[in-house]
Nanobody, 125 residues
């Protein structure tokens, strides 16, 4: 079992930055690839970014490319999502997730084994 706890969400203005964190506990963190998803009201859960077990490979969605960066610190059992130049369309609940397919840059929710409870990000115009 892996427990995931997100933090760092909040209310910001367009153009601002936020850094989300996801702290993991339980089994060996470096055994998992980690992803970030988001879900806006009335929308399906959307892939945002993924990082493999070592941090050597990442992939981000086109909608956030150039603005969001995913990283991880295996010594701290934490994955981060740096979000710059936020826009109102980024408003959503952001979830981190872990997949035992540690080498895979998984982009669909069904490929993930564990989920956090989410942290809300609201971007005002």
């Amino acid at each position: 079992q892996v427990q995931l706890v997100e933090s760092g969400g909040g209310l910001v203005q367009a153009g601002d930055s936020l850094r989300l964190s996801c702290a993991a506990s339980g089994r060996t963190f470096s055994s998992y690839a980690m992803g970030w998803f988001r879900q806006a009201p009335g929308q399906e859960r959307e892939f945002v970014a993924v990082i493999n077990w070592s941090g050597g490979s990442t992939f981000v969605a086109d909608s956030v490319k150039g603005r969001f960066t995913i990283s991880r610190d295996n010594a701290k059992n934490t994955v981060y999502l740096q979000m710059n130049n936020l826009i109102p369309e980024d408003t959503a609940v952001y979830y981190c997730a872990a997949t035992g397919r540690a080498w895979l840059l998984a982009r669909t929710p069904l490929q993930y084994d564990y989920w956090g409870q989410g942290t809300r990000v609201t971007v005002s115009s």
